[in-house]
């Protein structure tokens, strides 16, 4: 017969493990107009940079459905299908457009999940259109996740680059918040020298 102190180690395991994979698969959702946020960013050579984000009233851009996002100098448009990034605004004029859209995320999210977002993005200041950019993405697992805004289980995704791509990302997304809480980048930057930039949020309010 087991011992009793065994027994009770081998109960608590199996709870410990039921609390690290997630109820179900989750599906979009994405934040109330009115929410906030800060994220800040951090790279390999010292730059920082802080930004404050607002939801804003969902819209319509060239004919297409989307969530808004400005943090008081570019509007962000996020397709409402999907969630993913599709352009981004200033002074009502595209800048930089990813067609079909950015391809983060494929819902519902699920641990072990895979998927390949196939990317053109188009530099509409400048008049330039990239060739597909490939990622692979991979849920690699359910986790709690530590930031300076709090504590979160989160879903942590992997992009692997594919053609046209020399990004590496791994970022956590907290169905909680229906946010992205943190994100590293690793490549190479145009003098030869590895580059990482890690990103967190520090601040969350939700809506009123």
Partial sequence: MRPPGRRL??????????AV???????????????????HSVDSH???IAAT???LDDG????????????????????????NWVATLRDGQARLVASP??????????????????????????????????TFWHVDRWEQVVVKAGTFWAFK??????????TYTTLWYAPELRLV??????????????????SELVEYHPTP
């Fill in 21 to 39: 994979l997630p109820p179900h698969p989750v599906n979009l959702e994405f934040p109330a107009a009115g929410t906030r946020w800060v994220w």
């Fill in 9 to 18: 180690l081998a109960i608590a395991g199996l709870l410990a493990g039921c």
């Fill in 101 to 134: 859209h950015e391809g983060t995320f494929s819902w519902p999210l699920r641990v072990g999940k895979s998927w390949i977002a196939s990317i053109a993005l188009h530099d509409r200041e400048r008049g330039l259109t990239s060739s597909p950019v490939v």
């Fill in 60 to 83: 319509v851009w060239e004919g297409r459905p989307v969530h808004r996002v400005w943090d008081t100098r570019d509007v962000r448009l996020h397709d409402t299908a999907t969630g």
């Fill in 46 to 48: 010292g730059t920082s």
């Fill in 181 to 198: 809480i943190k994100q590293v980048r690793e490549r190479t930057d145009e003098t030869g020298r590895p580059l990482r930039v890690v």
């Fill in 157 to 166: 995704l992997e992009g692997t680059p594919g053609i046209n791509n020399v």
């Fill in 53 to 55: 984000w607002t939801v």
